[in-house]
């Protein structure tokens, strides 16, 4: 049975951290694990993503506050946010795609950054 558990949301001030989390189950041969997010009004956006060989990309818009890792024992794949916006208000959604061509998302996890 395929699981994708996502933690590590919540509220934080300007300038705070979060850490998110992306657990997987029931997934094999897992290729791309990355994170998208989808602000109030807007369309769901590519945010960070890693490959299998750990080729990373990021959005301009988070380049040098965000960082993507992986632990491929775990199936999991994480997201550290520094520096945060209030712009950076979104549901975060994590994304795994596999060698064979699925894709499975993650339920999605709010963060709100406010004062």
């Known amino acids: 049975q395929v699981q994708l558990v996502v933690s590590g949301g919540g509220l934080v001030q300007p300038g705070g951290s979060l850490r998110l989390s992306c657990a997987a189950s029931?997934?094999?041969?897992?290729?791309?694990m990355g994170w998208y997010r989808q602000c109030p009004g807007k369309q769901r956006e590519l945010v960070a993503i890693?490959?299998?060989?750990?080729?990373?990309g990021y959005a301009d818009f988070v380049k040098g506050r965000f960082t993507i890792s992986r632990d491929n024992a775990k199936r999991m794949v994480n997201l550290q946010m520094n520096s945060l916006k209030p712009e950076d208000t979104a549901v975060y959604y994590c994304?795994?795609?596999?060698?064979?061509?699925?894709?499975?998302w993650g339920q999605g996890t709010q963060v709100t950054v406010s004062s």
């Open positions: 029931g997934i094999f041969s897992i290729n791309l």
């Open positions: 994304k795994l795609s596999t060698f064979g061509g699925e894709n499975y």
């Open positions: 890693i490959s299998s060989g750990d080729t990373i």
